[in-house]
């Protein structure tokens, strides 16, 4: 079945640090793919997405490009603030309405 | 436009006990689902509906039983409580009839359940 795998967290950085964050995904056909963000006690929330090969999402300075060839949407942003701590989460949705999400990377940022 | 509430926010039972989350949105989605969400295992998902009057099973259905009377409310029900079913629930909503974003889930802010 469709899945999943990001890099496993808790990413710790500086205040203007580059963000990466790492994430691919099997599925059959052509899944749409998205980035989601939880900020603490809150629920999901959608930062961006890309709905076929080469296209890339962004949003707040958060960017992620859909690689069909590496089957992957590596979330980047070049400067992170210390608003941008939270957990994200990958995910795709295949063909049927189900969406399959990612485990979560916790991002700290330390001003 | 209050998007997706749950109720409760938070809510503690024992073991045995029932109870029933209710989910509301007012985005005129026909998609709707609950999630599951526990430390290091991303969000799972437990039941779906595709309509009003329609449910189907996600991939952790066992133990929770789920209605849609209506098109704005579906409801997420366990009938005998179990410590596993300690959890953080979130409640999403998604396809709106008509318009650009058919392909964006949305949330609601989560109930916490505490079975002792």
């Known amino acids: 079945g469709d899945s999943v795998t990001q890099m496993e967290g808790p990413v710790t950085l500086s205040e203007e640090a580059f963000l990466t964050i790492n994430c691919t995904y099997t599925?059959?056909?052509?899944?749409?793919l998205f980035w989601y963000v939880q900020y603490p006690g809150e629920g999901l929330q959608l930062l961006l997405k890309?709905?076929?090969?080469?296209d890339k999402g962004s949003n707040k300075g958060f960017e992620a490009t859909y690689r069909k060839e590496t089957t992957s949407f590596h979330l980047e942003k070049g400067s992170v603030q210390v608003s941008d701590s939270a957990v994200y989460f990958c995910?795709?949705?295949?063909?049927?309405?189900?969406?399959?999400f990612g485990p979560g990377t916790r991002l700290s940022v330390l001003p | 436009n209050a998007g997706v509430t749950q109720t409760p926010k938070f809510r503690v039972l024992k073991t045995g006990q029932s109870m029933t989350l209710l989910c509301a949105q007012d985005?005129?989605?026909?998609?709707m689902y609950w999630y599951r969400q526990d430390p290091g295992m991303g969000l799972r998902l437990i039941h779906y509906?595709?309509?009003?009057?329609?449910?189907a099973k996600g991939e952790v259905p066992d133990g929770y039983n789920v209605s849609r009377l209506k098109k704005q409310n579906f409801l997420l029900g366990l009938e005998s409580a179990a410590p596993s079913q300690t959890s953080v629930y979130f409640c999403?909503?998604?396809?709106?009839?008509?318009?650009?974003?058919?392909?964006?889930?949305?949330f609601g802010p989560g109930t916490r359940l505490t079975v002792l």
């Open positions: 985005m005129n989605h026909e998609y």
């Open positions: 599925a059959t056909g052509y899944p749409s």
């Open positions: 995910a795709l949705r295949s063909n049927g309405q189900n969406f399959v």
């Open positions: 890309a709905t076929k090969a080469d």
């Open positions: 999403a909503s998604s396809y709106p009839t008509s318009g650009p974003s058919t392909d964006t889930q949305y």
């Open positions: 509906s595709v309509g009003e009057g329609t449910t």
